[in-house]
Nanobody, 121 residues
């Protein structure tokens, strides 16, 4: 089993910054990737950023240049640095990990509570 715990969400004004954290534990053998997703009210969950193999990084067009995905030295805590936040970034943010060639959380598995980010003045 793998445990993923997101934190760091908050209410922030437009233009502000936040850093989200994802603490991963459990059976993390062959961890090959990590991703951040978000889901706004009434919308489908979308990919925000992902890194696979430690080098291949992908960002949604809407966050390019503003968000950065990174990890700590242990590789078990991942971050999403979010700058120049906009109201449209308001959503619940979730993390996911890739074990081998398989993403742990899928469309048919629970995603937990995530962490709420609200961008509003």
């Amino acid at each position: 089993q793998v445990q993923l715990v997101e934190s760091g969400g908050d209410l922030v004004q437009p233009g502000g910054s936040l850093r989200l954290s994802c603490a991963a534990s459990g059976r993390l053998f062959s961890l090959t990737g990590m991703a951040w997703h978000r889901q706004a009210p009434g919308l489908q969950r979308e990919l925000v950023a992902a890194v696979i193999g430690g080098t291949k990084t992908t960002y949604a067009d809407s966050v390019k240049g503003r968000f950065t995905i990174s990890k700590d030295k242990s590789g078990n805590t991942w971050y999403l640095q979010m700058n120049s936040l906009k109201p449209e970034d308001t959503a619940v943010y979730y993390c996911n990990v890739r074990i081998g060639s398989v993403w742990y959380r899928t469309s048919t598995t629970p995603w937990g509570q995530g962490t709420q980010v609200t961008v509003s003045s």
